[in-house]
């Protein structure tokens, strides 16, 4: 099995910065595509952000120029820096990761959520 655990979020002001990681671990052959997901109250889970194994990133719309996305490979973890945060952005944090495992099986696995806040 593979597991993600995470770290970070928290509370902040608006226009405040938080960090997020989530490291991965267990019988990784290797990690693929990484991703950051977000769950507001009463809606469906956002993705947020992606990169790949050479470091391709995406992120959505709303976030662009505010949050960014990297990973170290080295250390089979992925990070979501987040600066300028507004009070939309105020939800649960999710991190995904694409894995093959040592045993050949392939799957994406979750970390377990952190909350961010982001009061006015």
């Known amino acids: 099995q593979v597991h993600l655990v995470q770290s970070g979020g928290g509370l902040v002001q608006a226009g405040g910065s938080l960090s997020l990681s989530c490291a991965a671990s267990?019988?990784?052959?290797?990690?693929?595509?990484m991703y950051w997901y977000r769950q507001a109250p009463g809606l469906r889970r956002e993705l947020v952000a992606s990169i790949t194994s050479s470091g391709s990133t995406n992120h959505v719309d709303s976030v662009k120029g505010r949050f960014t996305i990297s990973r170290d490979n080295a250390k089979k973890t992925v990070y979501l820096k987040m600066n300028s945060l507004k009070p939309e952005d105020t939800a649960d944090y999710y991190c995904a990761a694409d894995v093959a495992t040592t045993n050949l099986a392939r799957y994406t696995t979750w970390g377990q959520g952190a909350q961010v806040t982001v009061s006015s």
């Open positions: 267990g019988k990784i052959f290797s990690i693929g595509n």
